[in-house]
């Protein structure tokens, strides 16, 4: 199919994107694996306008159904390949795990980001036995449980806020010496009686048989702290996220020292035709509604480019 914009990625960004695209009046179809990216997987959210509070699933089903009203075409493919094509005017052809082959005049690349892995003995080998990076989908295996929450960010807090009400004992083990969530969270998981924050401490080996029952934890500053053993039955890893590039860098697009997009105030990177938004990109906060905020500009610049390439034809 030829299209006038594709949007690889479906999260906040990829659907906003969309349909601001749709009421442009451009042809486009968004293309994602995840339709709502990791935001379907948050369990409240209490920082988006017009909600006091909602479940990122809902959300995100909220997002589509006003998207798929308007007409945005959204496909559930992944991507496998990515490329601009030698022709007179820019092309670029992205081919889907189905085979399906997409020409688009314009891509909007909104490739969201992956869960960070702590790279550690036994992380591997006790992936769904135990180790997790999803509280949302897991939780519930761990009911009347000792379970653990390795980061200090807002995911950590409110991956332990949400174990705190299933697990009988909540760890949070944090690298520094003070949470670095958002204020609000801390002070509802301070309020938890079951939840017990460990500071100054990295996780440095899983232990178990075929199940996870331990963690081998180390001081962080070496010089507070001794090696100990902590007791779990489940862990969860919420220590950041890494951005989904690798189709970015196949069509040449620029990222910084950390993968993220590389793009000005107008979401355009360096390949002409080639936008990008949202949690893969440089920007200074990761947030939904930052994301979809980026989705209606990186739109609004396609657009525009578009709309030029007309006028030269």
């Known amino acids: 199919m030829e299209v006038d914009l594709a949007v690889i990625g479906a999260g906040p960004a990829g659907i906003t994107a969309g349909i601001y695209a749709v009421r442009y009046g451009l042809n486009v179809v968004v293309v994602g694996n995840q339709p709502g990216g990791l935001a379907m997987h948050a369990h409240e959210i209490e920082n988006y306008p017009g909600f006091k509070a909602i479940s990122g699933a809902e959300l995100m089903q909220k997002f589509m159904q006003h998207a798929t009203k308007l007409g945005v075409n959204i496909k559930h493919a992944t991507v496998?390949?990515?490329?601009?094509?030698?022709?007179?005017?820019?092309?670029?052809?992205?081919?889907?795990?189905?085979?399906?082959?997409?020409?688009?005049?314009?891509?909007?690349?909104?490739?969201?980001?992956?869960?960070?892995?702590?790279?550690?003995?036994?992380?591997?080998?006790?992936?769904?036995?135990?180790?997790?990076?999803?509280y949302t989908c897991d939780a519930a295996f761990f009911s009347g449980k000792t379970v653990a929450v390795i980061g200090g960010g807002d995911s950590a807090v409110l991956a332990a806020l949400l174990l705190s009400e299933i697990a009988k004992k909540v760890y949070v083990v944090y690298r520094r010496n003070k949470l670095k969530a958002q204020h609000a969270l801390i002070q509802k998981l301070k309020a938890?009686?079951?939840?017990?924050?460990?500071?100054?401490?990295?996780?440095?080996?899983?232990?178990?048989?075929?199940?996870?029952?331990?963690?081998?934890?180390d001081a962080f500053d070496k010089s507070k702290a001794v090696v100990s053993k902590l007791n779990v039955d489940g862990?969860?890893?919420?220590?950041?996220?890494?951005?989904?590039?690798?189709?970015?860098?196949?069509?040449?697009?620029?990222?910084?020292?950390?993968?993220?997009?590389?793009?000005?105030?107008?979401?355009?990177?360096?390949?002409?035709?080639?936008?990008?938004?949202?949690?893969?990109?440089?920007?200074?906060?990761?947030?939904?509604?930052?994301?979809?905020?980026?989705?209606?500009?990186?739109?609004?610049?396609?657009?525009?480019?578009?709309?030029?390439?007309n006028e030269n034809q």
């Open 192 to 217: 938890k009686q079951n939840v017990e924050v460990i500071f100054n401490a990295i996780p440095v080996k899983f232990i178990g048989d075929d199940t996870l029952k331990a963690i081998l934890l």
């Open 235 to 309: 862990c969860f890893i919420e220590i950041g996220e890494i951005p989904n590039t690798a189709l970015a860098k196949q069509l040449g697009v620029n990222t910084d020292e950390h993968g993220f997009i590389i793009v000005d105030k107008e979401k355009r990177t360096n390949v002409n035709g080639i936008f990008a938004a949202g949690d893969c990109t440089n920007t200074v906060l990761r947030q939904i509604i930052t994301a979809c905020a980026d989705g209606a500009i990186a739109a609004y610049s396609a657009f525009k480019y578009l709309s030029k390439s």
């Open 80 to 134: 496998v390949q990515a490329r601009k094509l030698l022709t007179e005017t820019e092309q670029f052809e992205i081919v889907l795990d189905s085979g399906e082959t997409i020409i688009a005049r314009a891509l909007i690349l909104a490739l969201g980001t992956e869960k960070k892995k702590l790279n550690i003995e036994g992380e591997d080998k006790f992936i769904g036995k135990g180790v997790s990076y999803c």
